[in-house]
């Protein structure tokens, strides 16, 4: 089978339309509002943004194909030579209203240049506002099936890929609890093309069954004021590692992407207080004891 | 005169104390709780935090002094050759309760290098949440008698320095009104090294009388809820620009300097909300229109 980025890029806004139903009516109140944009150095995308749910406060899917020449400077940061490139992807990003329904962020992706240069690159991950182990583990889990369906080495690589990743270094401490992430996946000895496509085409998939069970599991769930403070605050440290760390905002603003889009992943509110500890042994504290890298959730 | 790198630290050690105690007592509730810390590399400094104040939502002013070996990618971008550095400065940034009392910003700095490199920079902006255009033109209006004491050319020089830093590229809009931006001071034919410290000086000393007078003039005005939203959108975008272009925030997550101290200057509560625009001829709608490179408020 030979690739055809036109046929990715319809696959992924298909995916789009589909993971936007499951969610509407799993939320059951909010609506997803579609912006259909273009992007002035060539191609465009659809945004699609739910706000005031039931269980999601405010959420993005955004689906984009764009080409165009790939300005020089972030030719460099990429590594790569070649003019023309051409990148196609839906993210995710999901800030529910309780504090007990964990942040998601998926993103699934291809990249090309003129010059023959193709991959893929994706994920998972999760940031739960409080970590529940058995919910962490299961959530783990989740992600191990579908890579294993690929390749064996696949999970253990992309877990730890997933911790670096999403590490804020200026906090020590990351973003969540990982998940899984990917970039540049190409042809292997192994694994055709082709191979890759159909992995990143079963993470997408995975989406949507992960992220509905979560929000059921825990959007009944009771919550006080000082529960609401926490995920605030938790909501500023997703606020600094999307706009000082992640790549994919930064390859949006640099690339003149759609503002609006990228900034999706932002939350409705965030807070910031200085020096912030919680109390000894607090529900808060051993959250924070969860957010280091290399625990073995599966 | 010779210029100490101790005595300049010294100095601004003094003013940051008056500051703090002029804005105390203005202020008339909140008080500055004081951190001292050290960094790692070598030196320190004096992290002074006042939250829940009457006037002052959340505000700090920060004293450092820090030295050490410069890693060679800062130096790569600071197009410097020279391994240890020295580095000292106050920063200030303060976020009102009240929506029409501004955000201010100010910060003076020195940096040397072993080679003898040596240079001021620093500043002194606002950023109303909605502009008032006399207090916008009497606010110029003091920066330019600080600067005409030194260089007539100074103000425009820095007034257009500002416009063109404190810009966030991605919203195209200013992040407020702007002020003086200036960096890289050294010895000129007409000026020297002395001259651009008493320069220097003479914005650190303006800072308290400028903002005192912002703080008396809005204190007392009401507001409504509506105005609340809209102080946290636009604390939002002083997020945004702070984590995405900030150069002093970017110098200090890139050296290891002290998180808790370089992000004082992110607001207690922001707010994002997808594709937000105002009603045509609103406070908010004329407020965006003075958000823009190149005004003469003077």
């Not at 500023?236 to 609006?260: C, I, S």
């Amino acid at each position: 089978m030979s690739l055809n980025k036109q046929q990715i890029a319809q696959w992924f806004e298909v995916l789009q339309k589909q993971i936007c139903e499951t969610l509407e009516k799993n939320d059951g109140k909010g609506h997803f509002e579609e912006d259909i944009w273009q992007r002035e150095g060539g191609g465009g995308g659809k945004t699609r943004i739910l706000q005031n749910g039931n269980v999601l406060a405010k959420g993005g899917v955004n689906f984009s194909a764009v080409f165009g020449e790939l300005p020089d400077y972030v030719a460099e940061s990429l590594k790569v030579k070649g003019k023309e490139f051409f990148a196609t992807g839906v993210s995710i990003v999901m800030h529910p209203s309780n504090p007990f329904v964990p942040i998601i962020h998926m993103n699934v992706r291809y990249f090309e240049l003129e010059n023959g240069t193709k991959w893929f690159g994706g994920g998972i991950d999760l940031t739960p506002h409080y970590v529940i182990p058995q919910q962490a583990t299961w959530f783990h889990a989740q992600l191990k099936r579908v890579c294993d369906q690929a390749s064996p080495d696949y999970y253990p690589r992309f877990k730890k890929w997933a911790d670096e990743y999403f590490f804020i270094k200026h906090r020590q401490e990351m973003r969540g609890i990982g998940g899984i992430f990917f970039d540049r996946l190409q042809a292997t000895e192994t694994l055709s093309i082709a191979d890759q496509w159909n992995f990143v085409q079963n993470v997408g998939l995975a989406f949507a069954p992960i992220y509905t069970q979560l929000m059921e599991q825990n959007r009944s769930k009771n919550y006080t004021e000082q529960h609401i403070e926490w995920q605030k605050l938790r909501r500023g440290r997703y606020v600094e590692f999307n706009l000082v760390y992640d790549k994919g905002t930064k390859f949006g603003l640099d690339t003149n992407g759609r503002t609006e889009s990228i900034l999706m992943s932002l939350p409705p509110e965030a807070q910031w207080s200085y020096l912030h500890t919680p109390a000894e042994n607090s529900e808060e504290a051993q959250t924070l004891g969860f957010l280091k890298k290399g625990i073995d959730w599966v």
